[in-house]
């Protein structure tokens, strides 16, 4: 059966304008629901190799198609906006961007936890971890080409390029040649609640899966230690920290 002509009489501009935002978003949808497939059968490892090929080719077509209809012009695969755009400006789309994911998280969870109750939530905030965690090392480290075995140097690198590292405060303590200290001095998260003067977020059960996944996926010899994280008492310093310490191989 053939699509009518006049499939969009009665649609406003306004109306077009919320249609090719919600194509935008059917296409990140699919994107994820193709990897969360391909994971499914073929495990999490392979799923980020092919990812590794299928995200750029997909990019790349996209903005080839997009780009000239736009009128943006590319330099190699990069918008020219972004490449024109002054340096602060461009430091403070990151943060935008970062604070974008964070909002994004917390309403996931507030959705969850209204209409099913807090432990439904922190049960699929917890689990959503074991996902993103590795993924966004296997982007970190994708972007700053770090080898497979990077140790304690290449956390200490990635850790600086987390989505967290652009709106939360966060110190390294070099302990000793096998082991470092990472602190997250201010969270906005656990700040917004203590200017409410709330209780802290019990984000341990999610912190020991983040962490400890995201160190690994750097490097598999790295194992993580919690020194202290919500309910668990902490100094003013920092609401959690973490030691990371390289095992010594045989």
Known sequence: MERPNNWDDGLSQKDLGRLALDMFHRIIVHHVIWFMEVEHQMGFARALDIMDTAYPKSFNAQMNRLSPFLGIDMA????????EMPR??????????????LANDGIWFQTVEFK???????????????????????SIKRYLKLPEKSGLEGLKMALQFRMYARINMQSIIDENPDSIIFQMNDCR?????????????PCKSAGLVEYSSFARSIDSRITTECIGCPPDAHPDQWFCAWRFTLEKTQ
């Open 189 to 201: 998260v656990q700040s917004a609640r203590k200017r409410q003067n709330l209780d802290d977020y």
């Open 76 to 83: 190699e695969a990069i918008p020219k906006p972004l490449l």
């Open 88 to 101: 602060e400006k461009l430091l403070e789309l990151l943060k935008h961007i970062s604070n974008n994911w």
């Open 116 to 138: 099913y109750g807090m432990g439904e939530a922190k049960r699929c905030n917890d689990s959503c971890w074991t996902r993103f965690s590795p993924f966004e090392a296997w």
